[in-house]
């Protein structure tokens, strides 16, 4: 999602010295992930899952996404139904913990409402929980415009740094896990949960002065907490969060605390890729040694080699998932590449987006992509 965050790692030593207090006690044996073979089972019933990351095109972040002011039924329904002419069966979609802090009722209604406008189209999304990325400092009400020529310039961390910073919103933010996730823990419209994306991404080419100091030192001590708890509110639904910031490793031998962490606790395996199609075969076949299902959550920038064309026959072939970020161009502008934080596209158009599929009224942007992902996902 984002090039800081998919490129630079810290490591930390003293990570078990945090003191994360009472309500994030030690997860116990009732939240235990599955064994390999619970989730090879589960991966033998799915379709070949091809999809996108999924926000309106009116809404710039997760929070316009889905405050009551900005929700957009209609427009959900619209592009779901395109999503689904070309044969996509599920979506990466983010939620984010203000909503539910604001309204957890109102916030239930909207996402069963997109659960079932989702199903209509016979597209299970996997929902993400929380994020990393971009902007440290949420909150509800109205947000920014887009800043003119910038990649995803409005999007927001969840928590946020004054959440994650202060021990005395972890029990909120553990209501706000299991308030969703028990919410619809039975509930076969959901793929699957991402509970966190790009844990402890420190945005240093986006936000470096907004960004929580010893960010990630207190995310790699609360992300297996936050699997627990959504483990105890009863998923049937398999847990991953997506390793990320090693897609050219040849191995996977240098992995950081938190990838390890995101791949012991993991039910089934997800990765993000934004490189050489070759780095990606390279990394499924690594990813695959853990004996579980192997996902792509986020790959397809076409100027930094990720694409479609080469990308998505070798996920097929592999029978891994493939999630392209983007999918309609919009607020977050992300057919904008990461550069555009250095040097924005005001005067001139990028000669190649980035990401998306589709212009915003829902013709593509490269009609061959779209006859690809409909050849292989069997739609033509």
Not at 90 to 97: A, E, G, P
Not at 120 to 141: A, E, M, T
Not at 363 to 368: D, G, I, L
Request: with cysteine; proline share 8%; hydrophobic share 40%.
């Amino acid at each position: 999602m984002n090039p800081t965050a998919t490129r630079q790692r810290r490591f930390f030593t003293t990570v078990a010295l945090i003191a994360i207090g009472g309500p994030v006690a030690v997860a116990s044996a009732q939240t235990a992930r599955w064994p390999e073979q619970k989730a090879q089972a589960w991966y033998a019933q799915q379709p070949w899952l091809v999809g996108s990351n999924y926000v309106p095109r009116s809404a710039i972040n997760q929070l316009e996404m889905w405050q009551a002011a900005t929700f957009d039924p209609a427009q959900i329904d619209q592009e779901l139904g395109w999503a689904e002419s070309m044969g996509m069966n599920t979506m990466r979609v983010f939620l984010h913990d203000l909503p539910w802090e604001e309204d957890a009722a109102g916030f239930r209604k909207r996402i069963d409402e997109f659960l079932a406008t989702a199903s209509r189209h016979h597209i299970r999304p996997l929902l993400v929980l929380f994020d990393s990325c971009w902007d440290p400092l949420p909150h509800l009400g109205p947000q920014h415009p887009p800043t003119p020529g910038v990649h995803n310039s409005g999007w927001v961390q969840s928590p946020g740094a004054a959440a994650l910073a202060d021990e005395r919103q972890y029990p909120r933010l553990k209501a706000y896990v299991q308030g969703v996730v028990g919410a619809f823990a039975k509930d076969d419209r959901v793929l699957a949960w991402d509970v966190w994306n790009e844990p402890g991404a420190d945005n240093l080419g986006s936000y470096p002065r907004q960004e929580l100091k010893g960010k990630a030192a207190r995310v790699t001590a609360l992300l297996p907490q936050v699997f627990a708890w959504a483990r105890e509110a009863g998923s049937t639904q398999p847990l991953t969060s997506g390793v990320w910031a090693v897609d050219t490793s040849p191995d996977g031998a240098d992995l950081g605390p938190l990838q390890q962490i995101q791949l012991r606790e993991s039910d089934i395996v997800t990765f993000h890729n934004y490189t050489w199609p070759e780095h990606f075969r390279r990394q499924v076949s690594w990813l695959k040694k853990y004996n579980r299902p192997v996902i792509c959550t986020e790959y397809m920038a076409r100027s930094v080699g990720s694409t479609f064309d080469t990308v998505l026959p070798i996920a097929k072939q592999e029978r891994v998932g493939a999630m392209n970020w983007g999918f309609v161009a919009g607020r977050t502008q992300t057919y904008l590449p990461w550069d555009s934080w250095q040097h924005p596209y005001v005067l001139d158009q990028p000669s190649v987006w980035f990401h998306e599929v589709l212009r915003n009224d829902g013709t593509p942007y490269r009609p061959a992509e779209v006859e690809l992902i409909r050849q292989l996902t069997g739609k033509q």
